[in-house]
């Protein structure tokens, strides 16, 4: 069955580093990749799209880079901020519209 | 409207009540899914509209939940005969075009936190 991972439940980093996600999917090749931040008790946010054949997509201060010969994606916030402090969901869509979403990583910027 | 409306915004019921959640896409957006989130779980699929019909309603988990589009805006998740189980957070979004085409995501409203005791 189709299976999207992140690589860990939370992550700490200190303010001002690199905080660096991984997305790892399995038993599907999907022809991009979403990356969502949500805040508690609201609704994911749409950060960045990246198609298979980008290997890198910016955005301010985030980079996405999508591997599809390792099966993966990778998140990263440059000079993190505590307000960058949310939980980060990385989603790939189905055949049928549908986006498949992995648990999500809980990043948290100490100050 | 400016975001994706979704009403109540919380709901306690009790087992074996019916229940209807309301979601208002942004105007002009003609695709509208449904999700539902558990704790520490990312959204799982349900429901998603193009228009008035629903194009694929695989996620719904069984023959109690059911959800409409009448006139291809607002959206009614109904869950009929509510189990402890059903709790959670559903949430529902809109898009412009079919994800993919573009370069848009999904635009998720806050959700409906539903609990059943």
């Known amino acids: 069955s189709q299976k999207i991972e992140q690589n860990s439940e939370a992550l700490n980093i200190q303010e001002g580093k690199t905080a660096t996600l991984t997305c790892n999917y399995t038993?599907?090749?999907?022809?991009?990749l979403q990356w969502y931040r949500q805040d508690p008790g609201r609704g994911p946010v749409f950060l960045l799209l990246?198609?298979?054949?980008?290997k890198e997509k910016r955005k301010e201060r985030l980079k996405v880079t999508f591997d599809t010969t390792l099966k993966q994606s990778l998140f990263h916030i440059t000079a993190s901020q505590p307000a960058d402090s949310a939980t980060y969901l990385c989603?790939?869509?189905?055949?049928?519209?549908?986006?498949?979403f992995g648990t999500g990583t809980r990043l948290t910027v100490i100050p | 409207g400016a975001g994706v409306s979704q009403t109540p915004s919380n709901k306690v019921t009790e087992k074996g009540k019916y229940v209807e959640l309301r979601c208002d896409p942004i105007s002009g957006h003609t695709a509208l899914y449904w999700y539902r989130q558990s704790l520490g779980q990312g959204p799982e699929f349900l429901i998603y509209f193009q228009g008035t019909g629903a194009a694929d309603d695989s996620g719904l988990p069984n023959d109690r939940f059911f959800a409409v589009r009448p006139e291809g805006s607002v959206s009614t998740l109904k869950i009929q005969r509510t189990e402890r189980g059903d709790s959670a957070v559903y949430l529902c979004a809109s898009s412009l075009k079919v994800s993919g085409q573009g370069n848009y995501g999904y635009t998720f409203g806050s959700g409906t936190r539903l609990t059943v005791v």
């Open positions: 990246i198609r298979e054949n980008e």
């Open positions: 038993n599907y090749s999907p022809a991009y």
């Open positions: 989603a790939y869509q189905t055949g049928a519209n549908n986006l498949f």
